[in-house]
């Protein structure tokens, strides 16, 4: 197998789980980001920037990979062992935006509930 092509397998492969993985996540961060934003503008962008994150970040890790070997079974394996650090990429982005929403989400002030007189 190719070397240009296992470089570019393994990208592919990143950037399609990524996006997958990214756009099953968006409809829930969004509604948590409406929730802690206020305004839709607001959710929007920064789950527009989450996903961005999401893709982005493994697609580094990926470009970075330069692959050696030339058996199709050492290829192989070694496609796969990229493909893992890109998804750990993906993991990294996803628990850094998780902290950040916990924290704004724990500091976020709450209506209090009025007692009816």
Known sequence: MNTI????????VTLLACLGLAAYIRPHL???LADLCGTEERALF????SNLMLVVMPVI?????VPVAETSPAAFFELA???RWNLLGFIFSLVCIAGA?????MVAPRPTKQQGG
């Not at 920064?46 to 920037?49: A, L, M």
């Not at 929403?101 to 989400?105: D, E, S």
């Open 101 to 105: 929403v916990a924290f704004f989400a």
């Open 61 to 65: 890790f990926g470009l970075g990979f």
């Open 81 to 83: 062992d990229q493909l």
């Open 46 to 49: 920064w789950t527009v920037f």
């Open 30 to 32: 969004r509604r948590v």
């Open 5 to 12: 092509l296992i470089y570019l397998a393994q990208l592919i």
